[in-house]
């Protein structure tokens, strides 16, 4: 397995096969009726990806919740993505280097 850094450093470890790729082989080997042949689904592929899945969730709400207040008529995600876009746009003040946002930017709606 290859060994890589998340984004928020933790170490990762990848499967040189994308663990996608090795659940769509298993999906279609169910599919085919292969259990019969001597073939059976992984419970160590169903709780690698479960593991996977809760990983990223993790990090994905990391990212979420990062955000303060969320944009009125947008999901915390849409703002997200917003900051980032603009955050990491070379035309808008302080684009690139980290900076751009203000606290016109911010709303005080903390749903999501």
Known sequence: MAQTESAVGAPL???V???AERLRDCAQGVDLGADGMGWSPD???MREAAAEIER???LYEELLFAVGHKHPGETRHQTALRYIQRAEAPDYPFGGQGGGLTTCDMHD???Y
Do not use: F, V
Request: glycine share 6%; hydrophobic share 20%; no cysteine.
């Open 17 to 19: 096969r994308p663990l």
């Open 43 to 45: 419970p160590n592929l």
């Open 109 to 111: 709606d903390e749903s």
């Open 13 to 15: 470890e990848r499967n």
């Open 56 to 58: 990223l969730r993790g």
